[in-house]
C-alpha cells in the first residue's frame, strides 16, 4: 500500500512505512510541505495514496469523507510528544496488518490507548 506522509509528522516515519514493506511519500519531498489540506487530500486521492498525518483536520468526514480515499489515518501524538513517542504509534499502526488491510475506504485515529477504525469493522480493534 502507498501511504503520502503529511508534513505534521516527523520525516522518519517513512522509514517506519517502508520497513513494513510499504510505499511513502512524504509531502515535503514533493514540494507540498506548507501546501493547504485540500491540496494534500487531492494528491493523496488522485494517487491512490492513505494519508498519514497527525492533523485533526483530515478527521473531519465532513470534508475528508473517508470513502472518498485509500484510508485516512490521524496520529493523535500526545501533547509536547518526542519525535520517539509519535514514531511509536506510527510502529503501532502498522504492526496491525488487519486495520492497515481494512484502511481503505475508512478513518483510522491512532492514540496510546487503542486503533479506532471508522466506519466500524467487525474484528477490528
Given at each position: 500500500?502507498?501511504f ?10 517513512a ?32 494517487n ?36 520517539a ?23 483510522a485515529i491512532?492514540?496510546?490507548r ?12
Open positions: 500500500m502507498e503520502l506522509i503529511d508534513a505534521s509528522l516527523p520525516r522518519s516515519t522509514d517506519v512505512v517502508r520497513r513494513h514493506g510499504h510505499g511513502p511519500t512524504d509531502v515535503r519531498d514533493i514540494g507540498l510541505g506548507a501546501a493547504p489540506d485540500d491540496q494534500v487530500a487531492r494528491q493523496a486521492r488522485s491512490g495514496q492513505a494519508l498519514l498525518t497527525a492533523d485533526f483536520d483530515f478527521g473531519d468526514i465532513r470534508d475528508y469523507p473517508p470513502q472518498d480515499y485509500h484510508g485516512i489515518v490521524v496520529i493523535d501524538r500526545p501533547e509536547n510528544a518526542k519525535i513517542e509519535v514514531i511509536e504509534l506510527v510502529a503501532w499502526l502498522f504492526a496491525a496488518a488487519a486495520v492497515i488491510a481494512a484502511l481503505p475506504g475508512r478513518l491512532v492514540d496510546r487503542r486503533i479506532r477504525l471508522r466506519p466500524a469493522v467487525e474484528g477490528a480493534p
